[in-house]
């Protein structure tokens, strides 16, 4: 079980590294996505520099890298292997090896692993952080605000409490990763999304 769980959690890592969201823009022929917008390699921003099918795309791979770790986990491990396995596959993205550990900010792959672990929660998380993004215009704060509502649908879910304290820990480093969104929400100044 410990060997099995390592190596799911080094796999979930790396697969959680591969950087999408550049390999999606590079291939249908649009710019290095850290080179302009907000410099993040998440679907909303190669939407923005290479367009809208480029970012629904990545935005597909990158939900898909957590998924497949967390599903495989869950169905052979315990729950804290599986929660600690996604937890891996979100990091990969956040901290990728490959890009000299600068990555996305992990929203997508996040809603991955929940998707792979409590699919009701995922969904219900994904819905908040859809709407809160259209009716805020904002979709930093629908992006932290639905990671953050994910402990509260992990529990109405009945999930383990492995996935509430897996959960718990990758809501804090969203908002870690959206901390220069923070301040220019604070100040009026964040980008509004179509």
């Not at 996505?33 to 921003?45: E, K, L």
């Not at 699919?119 to 215009?137: N, Q, R, Y």
């Not at 897996?166 to 999304?193: F, P, S």
Request: proline share 4%; hydrophobic share 55%.
């Amino acid at each position: 079980m410990i060997l099995a769980g390592l190596a799911l959690i080094i796999v979930g890592y790396l697969l959680g590294a591969v950087p999408f969201g550049l390999l999606v823009s590079r291939a249908m022929g649009g710019p290095d996505p850290r080179q302009g917008g907000s410099g993040n390699i998440g679907a909303t921003n190669v939407a923005r520099q290479a367009g809208k099918s480029a970012g629904v795309l990545t935005l597909l791979l990158d939900i898909g890298k957590g998924l497949g770790p967390a599903m495989l986990a869950d169905y052979w491990l315990t729950p804290w292997w599986a929660g600690a396995v996604g937890l891996a596959a979100f990091v990969g993205h956040c901290w990728p090896v490959y890009l000299s550990f600068r990555g996305g900010k992990g929203v997508a792959t996040f809603l991955g692993v929940l998707l792979g672990l409590a699919p009701m929660a995922g969904l219900a998380t994904g819905l908040v952080v859809i709407l809160l993004a259209i009716f805020s215009k904002h979709m930093s704060l629908g992006s932290m605000v639905g990671c953050g509502s994910s402990v509260g649908w992990l529990w109405v879910a009945e999930a383990p409490l492995a996935f509430m304290v897996m959960a718990t820990v990758m809501t804090l480093l969203v908002m870690y990763k959206h901390r220069e969104n923070i301040d220019r929400l604070r100040a009026g100044q964040e980008h509004v999304w179509r």
